[in-house]
């Protein structure tokens, strides 16, 4: 069975702190892949990084900062000096089956970013 | 490139009419597509997934006779809430991907916000 769990329902900070968002997830699959999307108010996913499970680099984009470990099945992403328009509900999803195209998500932590 | 349109994106229906969503690849064709829901504060749940010129495959508890899939041709698929209820509402979002390997991953897009009065 797959699952994806993002233990932080909401969190909360001021503008310029940092803030890290937890994603654990479970799969018998040894190939795998994994994504975050942020869905802001519209509703609309956006893409923000895919991550196969052969590789365990950790990435940075501008702000934005994945930690993937293989060793506790956690894929945590950071945001340094948030701002207020990274308000948005964060998804953490899981390929089914080995697949990168079909996802299980997790329920979502809602960020709220304040001036 | 990888572009999924999605029309409309709100709508607005009385309850025991028909609504049809429409999701298209504008970019790519498009073998699999994939139909999620979502309800107010909550994830994202795979409905369905529909590959061109063949019968849908429905999530189990995911009734098919309510929520028709059509995938006939390799750019558009649609969803048909047949006889809406107010339960029915949500936000449905619709996933393309151009190739049937397992690592060809899937482009979301912008969602369809139902409501049924």
């Known amino acids: 069975a797959q699952k994806v769990t993002q233990a932080q329902t909401e969190i909360s900070v001021v503008e310029k702190e940092d803030v890290t968002l937890d994603c654990v997830y479970e799969?018998?699959?040894?190939?795998?892949?994994l994504f975050w999307y942020k869905q802001p108010p519209s509703g609309e996913l956006v893409f923000l990084i895919r991550?196969?499970?052969?590789?365990?680099q950790n990435e940075i984009s501008g702000r934005y900062s994945w930690n993937f470990q293989k060793s506790t099945s956690s894929f945590n992403f950071t945001i340094t000096a948030s701002q207020v328009v990274d308000s948005a509900v964060y998804f953490c999803?899981?390929?089914?089956?080995?697949?990168?195209?079909?996802?299980?998500f997790g329920s979502g932590t809602q960020l709220t970013v304040l001036p | 490139g990888a572009v999924v349109s999605q029309h409309p994106s709100r709508v607005i229906c009385k309850s025991g009419t028909s609504v049809k969503i429409e999701c298209r690849s504008l970019?790519?064709?498009?073998?699999?597509m994939f139909w999620y829901r979502q309800f107010p504060k909550q994830s994202l749940m795979l409905m369905a997934t529909?590959?061109?010129?063949?019968?849908?495959?429905?999530e189990q508890g995911v009734e098919k006779d309510k929520f028709l899939i059509n995938h006939a041709s390799l750019t558009l698929s649609t969803l048909t809430v047949t006889s809406a209820h107010p339960e029915d509402s949500s936000f449905y979002i619709c996933?393309?991907?151009?190739?049937?390997?397992?690592?060809?991953?899937?482009?979301f897009g912008q969602g369809t916000r139902l409501t049924v009065v």
């Open positions: 996933s393309a991907s151009p190739g049937r390997t397992g690592n060809t991953e899937a482009f």
């Open positions: 799969t018998r699959d040894t190939t795998y892949y």
């Open positions: 991550r196969n499970s052969f590789d365990e």
């Open positions: 999803a899981l390929g089914f089956s080995g697949s990168a195209r079909q996802l299980t």
């Open positions: 970019d790519f064709q498009a073998t699999t």
């Open positions: 529909s590959n061109e010129g063949s019968k849908a495959t429905y």
